[in-house]
């Protein structure tokens, strides 16, 4: 039993959703998403309640996963288009920092050259200063994939805490050598 899967997803209002076929299509004030469904699962929408139910034909395990899977991206989907999602992403270090050109994310965080990251269209990343990086869309997913690769360029090294880090992430910094004589 699906306890997330039986649970019904509210529409916001100013969120429209389309369903035909397998194919979810949800329009809002933010954007627009798409997503395809899987057929162990069907998604109706109930118009008196304004709700999208998500149910299961059969009980078999990969139904069951697909039925909690696909209501939590429907959930994520409808939050996406009405209020959009957004990661924030700190630089520690001396001399590293981050700044935008056109479609690119310029870091240089303490290699021999600059790293170039080509930000994708559906994503506005901007730098309100030099160390630190915003990132905000509609798509869950796409935001915190392209987070997560700016992230993994310079993780935070444990010793120092150098490195790019999520907001408000508590990086364990481990002790030095001692000097003993």
């Excluded at 959009?84 to 001396?94: N, S, T």
């Excluded at 901007?126 to 915003?134: E, L």
Aim: aromatic share 4%; glycine share 10%; with cysteine.
């Amino acid at each position: 039993m699906s306890r997330i899967g039986n649970k019904p997803v509210a529409i916001p209002a100013g969120v429209t959703i389309s369903i035909a076929d397998r194919n979810i299509d949800v329009e809002g004030p933010k954007g627009k998403l798409s997503f395809k469904h899987r057929p162990e699962v069907t998604v109706a929408v109930d118009s008196e309640t304004n709700q999208v139910i998500v149910s299961r034909d059969v009980d078999d395990r990969p139904s069951r996963e697909f039925h909690g899977l696909t209501r939590a991206i429907v959930a994520n989907m409808m939050v996406g288009v009405k209020e959009g999602y957004e990661k924030k992403l700190e630089i520690v270090g001396v001399g590293y920092l981050a700044s935008i050109s056109g479609d690119t994310l310029q870091l240089r965080v303490g290699y021999a050259n600059e790293l170039h990251r080509k930000i994708p269209s559906d994503l506005t990343v901007s730098c309100p200063d030099q160390t630190h990086v915003v990132i905000q869309g509609c798509d869950k997913q796409s935001v915190g994939q392209f987070a997560a690769e700016i992230r993994s360029l310079r993780k935070p090294e444990p010793y120092k805490g150098k490195g790019i880090r999520y907001q408000g992430e508590q990086v364990k910094i481990k002790p030095g050598k001692s000097a003993t004589k």
